[in-house]
């Protein structure tokens, strides 16, 4: 028993280190394979180093996706972007995946995307089954064809473990428990598949001025 739980402990402490080593290396070596053999020799360090320069491709490719975002802020490069915006967009079957890549980039990177905004509890999918949820977005329920002024949330229900899959439904406002708790966390929690529990629910006092805080930040 003793052993076995040694080596127990010796998976945990030395698989997500050996998961993240893989993970940085394959992701150095995916830049070099695309970006070294585009360089002049001359460019190239492994042309005249008598060792392999891991990363250097990684390096000109951060440098290459600064400087293109730097020319797409200008008038000339705006003008460009926006003609080859149109001209994806007007593409058939280039356009569906265009448009979809693009909303999901710009929702993670961009300054003015729309992130997810709080972490919630719903009963989902029947009554007495709470299940963490992520609110997109405070909605009226005549923006989904309901009626106007019913205050209401676009929840996303992200699955486990992979949390980029997932349903979207919308609830009204009070049937809602805002928690107290990071998006990041939250996501956490999912990907464990509930094992890593970050945070507890505000009392209901406290949930309810988070609640209003969080609907006055959503409509400034």
Not at 63 to 88: C, K, N, P
Not at 173 to 187: F, N, P
Request: glycine share 6%; net charge positive.
């Amino acid at each position: 028993m003793r052993i076995r739980r040694w080596f127990l402990t010796g998976v945990v402490v030395t698989a997500p280190a050996a998961l993240t080593i893989w993970a940085t290396l394959w992701f150095i070596q995916l830049f070099d394979g695309i970006v070294k053999p585009l360089l002049a020799p001359a460019l190239n360090p492994d042309s005249y180093l008598p060792i392999h320069l891991p990363g250097f491709g990684l390096v000109v490719a951060l440098i290459g996706i600064t400087l293109i975002g730097f020319f797409a802020t200008h008038f000339i490069g705006r003008t460009l972007y926006s003609w080859w915006d149109r001209l994806l967009n007007s593409t058939p079957v280039v356009r569906s995946l265009y448009k979809s890549s693009k909303q999901i980039f710009e929702t993670l990177f961009s300054e003015k995307g729309v992130s997810f905004r709080q972490v919630c509890l719903v009963e989902w999918p029947r009554r007495d089954a709470w299940t963490m949820a992520f609110i997109s977005r405070e909605v009226d329920g005549a923006d989904i064809g309901l009626k106007a002024g019913r205050k209401m949330y676009a929840i996303y229900v992200s699955t486990t473990p992979n949390p980029t899959s997932g349903y979207v439904f919308f609830a009204d406002a009070k049937d809602v428990k805002i928690l107290d708790m990071k998006v990041e966390d939250g996501l956490k929690l999912v990907i464990s598949m509930g094992l890593v529990f970050p945070d507890k629910p505000l009392p209901e006092g406290q949930e309810k001025r988070v609640a209003r805080k969080f609907s006055r930040k959503t409509k400034a």
